[in-house]
């Protein structure tokens, strides 16, 4: 297959620069931002590789807010660690037993500042 993934997620916001600033503090997303370690440039995030889950949702959807048109998903580890520090920063974490299970993995939810929906995903180990 000629795709090799995901090469950009771009979406409108009230005041970009605060809100990728905002990503880039709490989530390590975004220019200049690398899952491992490597260089970074002041355009791109590098990212580590893994599945990436690309499935559209009925109009209808209850699994995020009908109001926004996308939500994202992001693949995380130590989950309990980047929580911690979401609520220390004043983050609403939203967290469902029936979300996780062992053969997906972990889920926890918050929302940025703009009120769009951020899944946090942890794989299963």
Not at 61 to 72: G, N, R, S
Request: net charge negative; charged share 20%.
């Amino acid at each position: 297959m000629p795709v090799l993934g995901i090469g950009g997620l771009f979406f409108r916001a009230e005041d970009p620069a605060a809100l990728n600033s905002w990503y880039r503090e709490h989530l390590g997303v975004g220019a200049g931002c690398s899952a491992d370690s490597g260089p970074a440039d002041e355009w791109t995030w590098r990212t580590q590789g893994g599945p990436t889950v690309f499935a559209p949702f009925n109009h209808d959807t209850d699994y995020f807010a009908a109001d926004k048109q996308w939500m994202l998903n992001l693949r995380v580890s130590q989950i309990d660690a980047l929580l911690g520090r979401l609520r220390a920063a004043g983050i609403e974490v939203i967290t469902n037993a029936e979300w996780d299970a062992p053969e997906t993995g972990r889920f926890a939810r918050i929302h940025d500042p703009e009120g769009n929906a951020i899944e946090l995903w942890e794989p299963p180990v």
